[in-house]
């Protein structure tokens, strides 16, 4: 079964930038479409963006602009810039592919 780690999250400050990452391990990987989600406290979980299988990228509106996902060279890693971070980015970022779910990262957004 696939297995998948997120990492990259933190503390950091209005108008700054982090690059989550999302990997994947497990028998038999191939190339997967890889999702990104959030939940903020109190706040239902989020589509934030999909990468399909054909790196096709995906986003609701309003997440168009500031977050940006991608594949990296080993095709089973995702990553998720997230740029000019604004408190209302605070939030547990999960990836998702094939059903699975990782364990999530913090992000915190203040100054």
């Known amino acids: 079964q696939v297995q998948l780690v997120e990492s990259g999250g933190g503390l950091v400050q209005p108008g700054g930038s982090l690059r989550l990452s999302c990997a994947a391990s497990?028998?038999?990987?191939?190339?997967?479409?890889v999702a990104w989600y959030r939940q903020a406290p109190g706040n239902q979980r989020e589509w934030v963006a999909t990468i399909t299988r054909t790196d096709v990228t995906l986003y609701p509106d309003s997440f168009k602009g500031r977050f940006t996902i991608s594949r990296g060279n080993t095709k089973n890693t995702v990553y998720l810039q997230i740029d000019n971070l604004i408190p209302e980015d605070t939030a547990v970022y999960y990836c998702?592919?094939?059903?699975?779910w990782g364990q999530g990262t913090q992000v915190t957004v203040s100054s």
């Open positions: 497990g028998p038999d990987l191939g190339i997967a479409a």
């Open positions: 998702m592919r094939d059903s699975v």
